[in-house]
């Protein structure tokens, strides 16, 4: 029967072709006319003259016995078809109801037959794709005559807007009454709904027709009863009863469908279409506009669904739904936050309001979908600040408190019976929304920069862990600090390093507590195990704050274009320069009170502060030498400005010592040293050709310690110069003295003076009596080492090599000077040696013997500045003359020190100092390294089979470095190499030896790239097996980790030779 019935409504809803002659003179309305009732004939004819639909005919009678809307006798064409189309979808409802009971009651026959491979039985109510098409034929016909011609204007789009035919059908309905109207409404309204009940026939009904079934409601159930175009007489025509009926049909409507196509059709209905229409009506624009009590009505259930669970997403996926990704869709998504940030006027109370939003809001941030959350979380991001600029006292309460919690619960952790505190996905989850909040958000505000703050120790000691760990919360730790120090105030900024940097209180992981690694790759809060040794707890705390500073100056040294560093190395400066005066005040107490049996009660608390303060200024000199020792000049010192803090910082804690009565300070090298590089970076400063005025007025704190070296300290060179700098900065650059160029820099001017008696003068090749009656200043040295590393005049930049950067000193001098107990003068002159080997001075070639055994006799020295300089002087050796040097330097390397030695540490030093000046000269052989290598490897190879495990890593490193330069020249030795290689990885003890190993491998296929298959061919099986055998049986994770790396280099030698990469070349051929 089912077919039957959707066979008739194809009869009654078929196009008509060629109808009589009328047609050609007729108008479109009485053609359209002629059609509905040539349709609805031959339905009527159809039902009643064929037998075989005689079900079909008795149950549609029983369907019209029950419609008292139904009228046989109408004169309206277009209300008699929508009648005919109303019928028989009720009695096709009917129908499917019966059949869908039954189905249900009546077990299938073939249910024992049943196997898995069996597709269930389909209900009766399941359509297909050609009945679901005549059905929607037919719905479209009951909308377009039945509904939408009667809602009022204002009510829902206008027909007129949707085709030419919505406007043909909407004037040929103009002329109705408004008691018809809303009757003939209110009927196909009901008849929708009741086919609605099906859910076969509910889809086909709201996927296009929802929006006009929700206007037909709105209207029938909230129309004012003095509407514009309506009398007191249209009221009689609904019932109280009636509009309750519609009234609460509407909020089951509502409820029942899917919430953003909801949310999206009421959008519509409130705020009208904005497309034109078709026939071009001067009251288009009239009819476009919702009705104000429509439009308030949909405010009022908009407000219903976002109050509602899960409202927020269901109005985001609403509005977004769809979209592309593009600059509108940005735009959409600071509208949606507009609106989730402003109040509804329906609400209760916006304590409630903000109470269920910033829940959902919340949840927004935690989408896993990848396609929705991007714009879900631009979203909340965009909302959240909305809220914390517009409703600060509700942000902080229902969205800051929540998304912080967990790091705050670190802080207040007490519950020592959980093992785990605060769980893996709740610091996961809490440190991704701040990173989207704030750094993705990237809005700073006093109350974000405030909340941020509180919990900022936390986050930073969750880096600190991460730091040392693999996982995925160190790249957004990192981002939130760096934005903190780059949003919030200087001042809070230098609190915040301090409170890091240990040298200020501040609330971090609660005591008793510390971060582990979770199981997917992120932390957890967990409780620590008790620790009786208190050696290891000492250690523990110790290399952990190492560890925290470690990890703050990499934090700074990220901060190129901010000035933070350095103020904060300018800040900590001033703080040192105070702690230096009150301890020279404390001396002077601490003479008289040597007794302390003697102390009263007060004087012993007094005593503890100042051991407490002795303690902070300990940890004050490591954070300033932890600084200098990892940030670059270039980052602590990005503008002149700052330098200049540097130096007053400098020459405060010089004017120090000289207010003692005793003068101890004085006599200090290092004080003297400090004040000698304060007074020539200064004069360096005062040297450029033009300074602004900003820089010269911050040059104004200069005047006093300037003035007080000029006239207290005992040095009379130190109190000209100091007059001298203190007259240009007072006269802002009009006073010049001639000498300013030579303070600024000595090392090119009086090349005649010794290191350490320059006098600053005019004339080089003279030496007033001024000089000669001024004691000893190292200030050239001091002076060149600083400019060298801070800012070196143009004059001192050129090539190390040229001659004319050299001091004209004679070879004899140099070599006297290198054997200066003075190490700032012995550091000077093994540079200097190391400039006049490399521009081959025909005296350094005389005495080449000379020059190697003073750089063989520094490596032996304890300071790292002489042995690092004597490193660089035999690589440059090694370079310039490799047949005259490699060979001494080889035989030192495997034998040790030519001299005797009983000190077996010195000698394993000093042949570590010999292969890192091997490895500098295999660098620099480049292509002479296959001419010059092979007594290199073989040195090499032999150092592999040392007693010493650091000389067997050495020569491994330098094997490498020495291996990836020869290119073809390495074939004749790939099997020794790889023999020894093989052995090594397989049956060395020490991790260290198999790691350096395995790098050899790693750096060999770096440097021989697309000749690896080549020059390896024979074992390059061999080396892979190798790495594989690391790989799965090495108990060392760095071993593994390199021999992964060398794997993955080999991989990609050999897709590049399997696959090419394919070029487009056209290749012209001149054939002979």
Same mark, same amino acid.
Request: aromatic letters at 6%.
């Given at each position: 029967?089912?077919?039957?019935?959707?066979?008739?409504?194809?009869?009654?809803?078929?196009?008509?072709?060629?109808?009589?002659?009328?047609?050609?003179?007729?108008?479109?309305?009485?053609?359209?006319?002629?059609?509905?009732?040539?349709?609805?004939?031959?339905?009527?004819?159809?039902?009643?003259?064929?037998?075989?639909?005689?079900?079909?005919?008795?149950?549609?009678?029983?369907?019209?016995?029950?419609?008292?809307?139904?009228?046989?006798? $109408?004169?309206? =064409?277009?209300?008699?078809?929508?009648?005919?189309?109303? #019928?028989?979808? +009720?009695?096709?409802? %009917? /129908? @499917?109801?019966?059949?869908?009971?039954?189905?249900?009651?009546?077990?299938?026959?073939?249910?024992?037959?049943?196997?898995?491979?069996?597709?269930?039985?389909?209900?009766?109510?399941?359509?297909?794709?050609?009945?679901?098409?005549?059905?929607?034929?037919?719905?479209?016909?009951?909308?377009?005559?039945?509904?939408?011609?009667?809602?009022?204007?204002?009510?829902?789009?206008?027909?007129?807007?949707?085709?030419?035919?919505?406007?043909?059908?909407?004037?040929?309905?103009?002329?109705?009454?408004?008691?018809?109207?809303?009757?003939?409404?209110?009927? $196909?309204?009901? =008849?929708?709904?009741?086919?609605?009940?099906?859910?076969? #026939?509910?889809? +086909?009904?709201?996927? %296009? /027709? @929802?929006?006009?079934?929700?206007?037909?409601?709105?209207?029938?159930?909230?129309?004012?009863?003095?509407?514009?175009?309506?009398?007191?007489?249209?009221?009689?025509?609904?019932?109280?009863?009636?509009?309750?009926?519609?009234?609460?049909?509407?909020?089951?409507?509502?409820?029942?469908?899917?919430?953003?196509?909801?949310?999206?059709?009421?959008?519509?209905?409130?705020?009208?279409?904005?497309?034109?229409?078709?026939?071009?009506?001067?009251?288009?624009?009239?009819?476009?506009?919702?009705?104000?009590?429509?439009?308030?009505?949909?405010?009022?259930?908009?407000?219903?669904?976002?109050?509602?669970?899960?409202?927020?997403?269901?109005?985001?996926?609403?509005?977004?739904?769809?979209?592309?990704?593009?600059?509108?869709?940005?735009?959409?998504?600071?509208?949606?936050?507009?609106?989730?940030?402003?109040?509804?006027?329906?609400?209760?109370?916006?304590?409630?309001?903000?109470?269920?939003?910033?829940?959902?809001?919340?949840?927004?941030?935690?989408?896993?979908?990848?396609?929705?959350?991007?714009?879900?979380?631009?979203?909340?991001?965009?909302?959240?600040?909305?809220?914390?600029?517009?409703?600060?006292?509700?942000?902080?309460?229902?969205?800051?408190?929540?998304?912080?919690?967990?790091?705050?619960?670190?802080?207040?952790?007490?519950?020592?019976?959980?093992?785990?505190?605060?769980?893996?996905?709740?610091?996961?989850?809490?440190?991704?929304?701040?990173?989207?909040?704030?750094?993705?958000?990237?809005?700073?505000?006093?109350?974000?920069?405030?909340?941020?703050?509180?919990?900022?120790?936390?986050?930073?000691?969750?880096?600190?862990?991460?730091?040392?760990?693999?996982?995925?919360?160190?790249?957004?730790?990192?981002?939130?600090?760096?934005?903190?120090?780059?949003?919030?105030?200087?001042?809070?900024?230098?609190?915040?390093?301090?409170?890091?940097?240990?040298?200020?209180?501040?609330?971090?992981?609660?005591?008793?507590?510390?971060?582990?690694?979770?199981?997917?790759?992120?932390?957890?809060?967990?409780?620590?195990?008790?620790?009786?040794?208190?050696?290891?707890?000492?250690?523990?705390?110790?290399?952990?704050?190492?560890?925290?500073?470690?990890?703050?100056?990499?934090?700074?040294?990220?901060?190129?274009?901010?000035?933070?560093?350095?103020?904060?190395?300018?800040?900590?400066?001033?703080?040192?320069?105070?702690?230096?005066?009150?301890?020279?005040?404390?001396?002077?107490?601490?003479?008289?009170?040597?007794?302390?049996?003697?102390?009263?009660?007060?004087?012993?608390?007094?005593?503890?502060?100042?051991?407490?303060?002795?303690?902070?200024?300990?940890?004050?000199?490591?954070?300033?030498?932890?600084?200098?020792?990892?940030?670059?000049?270039?980052?602590?010192?990005?503008?002149?400005?700052?330098?200049?803090?540097?130096?007053?910082?400098?020459?405060?804690?010089?004017?120090?010592?000289?207010?003692?009565?005793?003068?101890?300070?004085?006599?200090?090298?290092?004080?003297?040293?400090?004040?000698?590089?304060?007074?020539?970076?200064?004069?360096?400063?005062?040297?450029?050709?033009?300074?602004?005025?900003?820089?010269?007025?911050?040059?104004?704190?200069?005047?006093?310690?300037?003035?007080?070296?000029?006239?207290?300290?005992?040095?009379?060179?130190?109190?000209?110069?100091?007059?001298?700098?203190?007259?240009?900065?007072?006269?802002?650059?009009?006073?010049?003295?001639?000498?300013?160029?030579?303070?600024?820099?000595?090392?090119?001017?009086?090349?005649?003076?010794?290191?350490?008696?320059?006098?600053?003068?005019?004339?080089?090749?003279?030496?007033?009596?001024?000089?000669?009656?001024?004691?000893?200043?190292?200030?050239?040295?001091?002076?060149?080492?600083?400019?060298?590393?801070?800012?070196?005049?143009?004059?001192?930049?050129?090539?190390?090599?040229?001659?004319?950067?050299?001091?004209?000193?004679?070879?004899?001098?140099?070599?006297?000077?290198?054997?200066?107990?003075?190490?700032?003068?012995?550091?000077?002159?093994?540079?200097?040696?190391?400039?006049?080997?490399?521009?081959?001075?025909?005296?350094?070639?005389?005495?080449?013997?000379?020059?190697?055994?003073?750089?063989?006799?520094?490596?032996?020295?304890?300071?790292?500045?002489?042995?690092?300089?004597?490193?660089?002087?035999?690589?440059?050796?090694?370079?310039?003359?490799?047949?005259?040097?490699?060979?001494?330097?080889?035989?030192?390397?495997?034998?040790?020190?030519?001299?005797?030695?009983?000190?077996?540490?010195?000698?394993?030093?000093?042949?570590?100092?010999?292969?890192?000046?091997?490895?500098?000269?295999?660098?620099?052989?480049?292509?002479?390294?296959?001419?010059?290598?092979?007594?290199?490897?073989?040195?090499?190879?032999?150092?592999?089979?040392?007693?010493?495990?650091?000389?067997?890593?050495?020569?491994?490193?330098?094997?490498?470095?020495?291996?990836?330069?020869?290119?073809?020249?390495?074939?004749?030795?790939?099997?020794?190499?790889?023999?020894?290689?093989?052995?090594?990885?397989?049956?060395?003890?020490?991790?260290?030896?198999?790691?350096?190993?395995?790098?050899?491998?790693?750096?060999?296929?770096?440097?021989?790239?697309?000749?690896?298959?080549?020059?390896?061919?024979?074992?390059?099986?061999?080396?892979?097996?190798?790495?594989?055998?690391?790989?799965?049986?090495?108990?060392?994770?760095?071993?593994?980790?390199?021999?992964?790396?060398?794997?993955?280099?080999?991989?990609?030698?050999?897709?590049?030779?399997?696959?090419?990469?394919?070029?487009?070349?056209?290749?012209?051929?001149?054939?002979?």
């Amino acid at each position: 029967m089912t077919t039957a019935i959707i066979s008739l409504l194809n009869v009654l809803t078929k196009p008509i072709g060629e109808v009589s002659g009328r047609d050609a003179t007729s108008s479109k309305e009485e053609a359209f006319q002629a059609a509905l009732l040539t349709n609805r004939d031959a339905l009527l004819e159809q039902l009643y003259n064929d037998s075989s639909l005689k079900d079909v005919r008795r149950l549609r009678e029983d369907v019209m016995t029950g419609a008292s809307w139904f009228l046989n006798d $109408t004169e309206d =064409v277009m209300w008699g078809f929508v009648q005919e189309c109303l #019928l028989m979808l +009720l009695t096709l409802a %009917r /129908h @499917l109801s019966v059949e869908l009971e039954l189905f249900k009651l009546t077990p299938t026959s073939t249910a024992r037959l049943h196997t898995p491979e069996m597709a269930p039985p389909l209900p009766p109510d399941v359509l297909s794709v050609t009945q679901q098409k005549t059905l929607g034929s037919a719905l479209q016909f009951v909308v377009s005559l039945g509904l939408c011609p009667y809602l009022a204007p204002g009510v829902g789009v206008p027909l007129g807007h949707r085709s030419a035919f919505g406007a043909m059908v909407e004037k040929m309905v103009c002329g109705q009454t408004s008691c018809v109207a809303h009757h003939r409404l209110l009927t $196909t309204t009901n =008849v929708l709904l009741h086919l609605a009940e099906l859910s076969s #026939l509910a889809t +086909l009904v709201f996927t %296009r /027709h @929802l929006g006009d079934v929700m206007a037909a409601l709105c209207q029938l159930g909230y129309q004012p009863q003095q509407s514009e175009g309506s009398t007191s007489k249209d009221v009689k025509d609904l019932s109280e009863e009636e509009r309750g009926n519609c009234q609460e049909a509407l909020r089951h409507l509502l409820g029942k469908v899917y919430q953003p196509v909801v949310i999206k059709e009421l959008l519509i209905l409130q705020g009208g279409t904005k497309q034109p229409g078709p026939v071009g009506r001067s009251n288009a624009s009239k009819d476009r506009t919702a009705s104000s009590w429509l439009r308030r009505l949909c405010g009022h259930l908009l407000s219903e669904r976002l109050m509602q669970p899960n409202g927020v997403r269901a109005v985001v996926r609403a509005i977004l739904e769809g979209g592309t990704g593009g600059e509108s869709d940005w735009k959409k998504c600071d509208g949606i936050a507009r609106i989730l940030a402003a109040c509804p006027q329906q609400s209760a109370s916006a304590d409630t309001y903000y109470k269920q939003i910033c829940s959902q809001i919340l949840e927004l941030l935690h989408l896993k979908d990848k396609l929705t959350a991007q714009q879900f979380q631009r979203v909340a991001t965009s909302t959240t600040l909305y809220l914390v600029q517009e409703k600060p006292n509700y942000a902080q309460l229902y969205l800051l408190v929540p998304l912080l919690a967990p790091l705050h619960h670190c802080i207040t952790a007490a519950d020592i019976n959980c093992q785990v505190v605060v769980e893996e996905w709740e610091l996961m989850q809490c440190v991704e929304d701040i990173n989207k909040i704030w750094v993705v958000g990237n809005r700073s505000s006093a109350l974000l920069l405030k909340a941020l703050e509180e919990v900022l120790p936390v986050v930073f000691t969750l880096y600190c862990f991460t730091k040392q760990n693999v996982s995925n919360l160190r790249t957004p730790c990192c981002e939130i600090l760096l934005w903190y120090l780059s949003h919030t105030e200087a001042s809070a900024a230098l609190s915040v390093l301090r409170q890091l940097s240990g040298l200020q209180v501040h609330a971090d992981v609660a005591a008793g507590f510390h971060f582990t690694p979770g199981s997917s790759g992120g932390v957890q809060l967990s409780c620590r195990d008790g620790c009786s040794d208190e050696d290891n707890t000492l250690y523990e705390k110790l290399s952990g704050e190492q560890w925290r500073l470690e990890c703050l100056m990499h934090l700074l040294s990220q901060l190129k274009d901010n000035d933070l560093p350095g103020d904060f190395f300018l800040d900590l400066l001033q703080e040192l320069t105070r702690w230096t005066t009150a301890d020279a005040e404390e001396e002077e107490e601490d003479g008289q009170q040597l007794d302390i049996s003697a102390m009263t009660l007060l004087e012993v608390e007094q005593q503890h502060g100042r051991v407490t303060r002795q303690g902070h200024m300990l940890a004050l000199l490591q954070v300033l030498a932890v600084m200098v020792e990892s940030l670059q000049h270039t980052v602590l010192m990005r503008k002149n400005i700052q330098v200049v803090g540097f130096i007053v910082s400098l020459l405060q804690r010089a004017c120090v010592g000289l207010d003692q009565a005793n003068g101890l300070s004085i006599g200090n090298p290092i004080e003297s040293q400090t004040l000698t590089m304060g007074i020539g970076l200064l004069a360096t400063l005062l040297s450029e050709p033009q300074l602004t005025v900003e820089v010269y007025s911050s040059m104004s704190r200069l005047l006093q310690p300037l003035g007080t070296l000029s006239q207290k300290h005992p040095d009379v060179l130190i109190q000209e110069l100091a007059s001298n700098l203190r007259a240009v900065i007072a006269t802002q650059g009009a006073y010049r003295p001639d000498n300013l160029s030579n303070i600024a820099a000595p090392g090119t001017k009086d090349s005649e003076m010794s290191p350490k008696s320059y006098v600053p003068c005019k004339n080089q090749n003279k030496v007033t009596k001024e000089s000669q009656t001024c004691p000893h200043t190292p200030l050239l040295v001091n002076n060149n080492h600083v400019n060298s590393h801070i800012r070196q005049p143009a004059s001192f930049q050129g090539s190390v090599t040229s001659e004319t950067s050299l001091p004209s000193k004679g070879f004899s001098d140099w070599l006297l000077e290198a054997c200066d107990p003075d190490i700032p003068t012995k550091a000077f002159a093994l540079r200097t040696l190391t400039q006049k080997v490399q521009s081959k001075d025909p005296e350094t070639l005389h005495d080449l013997e000379k020059v190697l055994i003073l750089f063989l006799e520094n490596l032996e020295n304890e300071d790292s500045f002489i042995y690092l300089s004597a490193i660089q002087g035999l690589a440059s050796l090694a370079d310039s003359y490799p047949e005259r040097i490699l060979e001494r330097l080889l035989r030192d390397f495997q034998d040790g020190p030519s001299h005797s030695t009983t000190n077996t540490d010195h000698s394993l030093e000093f042949r570590l100092k010999i292969g890192e000046v091997l490895m500098r000269a295999s660098r620099a052989m480049g292509d002479l390294a296959p001419h010059l290598g092979h007594p290199l490897v073989t040195a090499f190879l032999r150092g592999t089979r040392d007693s010493d495990q650091s000389v067997r890593a050495s020569s491994l490193s330098n094997l490498g470095e020495l291996c990836q330069r020869l290119d073809y020249a390495l074939g004749p030795l790939a099997q020794e190499l790889s023999s020894c290689l093989t052995a090594l990885i397989k049956t060395e003890k020490e991790a260290e030896v198999r790691r350096a190993a395995v790098h050899v491998i790693t750096v060999l296929i770096q440097g021989l790239r697309h000749k690896t298959t080549q020059v390896l061919s024979d074992v390059l099986l061999d080396l892979y097996r190798a790495l594989k055998w690391v790989v799965r049986s090495d108990p060392d994770e760095v071993a593994v980790l390199h021999a992964q790396l060398a794997l993955e280099e080999l991989d990609g030698v050999m897709r590049s030779l399997i696959f090419p990469k394919q070029t487009l070349e056209k290749k012209i051929v001149v054939l002979p």
